[in-house]
Structures are given as structure tokens and as C-alpha cells.
């Protein structure tokens, strides 16, 4: 059995006229890393600041920045 993780990912801002929502990307995820705030890659979230880097199969890489 052969699981797909497909996932769409939003940007949220504000505009002068509200809040734009925005797709930035959507795809599979073909990889997830952690890092922490010295760029070392970590093997999962730890306490602190992580980094949490996202490629997609459709070229896309997305960012997140996570306080534990």
C-alpha cells in the first residue's frame, strides 16, 4: 500500500482591503528537515527555535520558523 502525502500550503497577509490568502505551493512532499538556529540539522523538533525546511515534488520549498 503506497501512501501519498499531498499537501497545499497558504500564506496569510494583511492587505489594505483584509486578509489575502494565498497558495503557495502545492505538491507531494518529498522531504522534511529540521534544523535549529545554528543551522544544524536535528532529527525531529526540539525545544527552541527550529527551522522546518519543505520541498514539494513540484520544485517548490517552503519555510516555516517554530518556537517550541
Known sequence: VAISLVQEVFDLFN???GVVV???????VVS??????NGVQLNGI???????RTVYSNG?????KVIK
Do not use: D, M
Open 60 to 64: 517548490a520549498v517552503t519555510v516555516k
Open 15 to 17: 492587505a489594505p482591503h
Open 46 to 52: 526540539q525545544k527552541g527555535i527550529n527551522i522546518i
Open 32 to 37: 522534511v528537515a529540521v534544523y535549529n538556529a
Open 22 to 28: 494565498r497558495r503557495i505551493s502545492s505538491g507531494e
